[in-house]
């Protein structure tokens, strides 16, 4: 029963009611998928990106160990340093620091690896709440925050072929981001293939 009552056991003697609501189902999240024959083609979807994200954007960057997360994310960081005018000579992993913080103009831009925190709420402690807000997040291994992290979001899976070099990238936006995707997936497509 949509958005009314129901009475259940009124029959028996005894009156239970249940108050249904309808849950809006959410819009399948839109998908792209990229060929990356070689680390530039990694490189140059990280460039595409970057350009595209704005204040309040999660980059959830999803693959096993050595599929080019954090390449992935260091060509996006460079990239996005490059349009702000933002002199970055290094790019570290933050493997043990778990966060690197990148001050730009527009917004801030945190790079998460989260493979070392034993339980989501350990995001917290990192500042994490704060990156969601008013900064741009990109997050290697984002499943380790659970419910935690935002249903809005960009997910970018990186495979390794089974036979032969390079990456299979495939990008799914979830909210805002499934428009968002769709309306830039030519440009994006267009810069990969160089």
């Not at 129901?6 to 399948?28: D, F, K, Y």
């Not at 680390?39 to 990280?46: F, M, N, S, V």
């Not at 807000?133 to 380790?144: D, H, K």
């Not at 659970?146 to 960009?154: E, K, Q, T, V």
């Amino acid at each position: 029963m949509a958005g009314g009552r129901l009475e259940l056991g009124a029959n028996l003697g005894c009156r239970m009611t249940m108050e249904s609501r309808v849950m809006p189902i959410p819009p399948a999240p839109s998908l792209m998928r990229l060929d990356l024959a070689d680390p530039a083609a990694t490189d140059r979807l990280g460039a595409a990106l970057a350009q595209h994200l704005e204040p309040g954007d999660v980059v959830a960057l999803r693959g096993p160990l050595g599929a080019g997360k954090t390449a992935l994310a260091r060509a996006l960081i460079r990239r996005r340093a490059a349009l702000c005018g933002v002199p970055v000579d290094d790019v570290p992993s933050p493997t043990f620091t778990l966060v690197q913080v990148y001050d730009m103009p527009a917004a801030s831009l945190w790079h998460f690896d989260l493979y070392r925190i034993a339980a989501p709420e350990e995001a917290w402690e990192l500042g994490i709440e704060e990156a969601f807000e008013t900064a741009i997040s990109l997050i290697e291994w984002p499943e380790r925050l659970g419910s935690l992290l935002p249903a809005d979001r960009l997910d970018v899976r990186l495979a390794m072929p089974d036979h032969g070099p390079g990456r299979r990238a495939t990008l799914s936006g979830f909210g805002g981001w499934a428009r968002r995707l769709r309306d830039l997936a030519g440009a994006v497509e267009a810069d990969v293939a160089g």
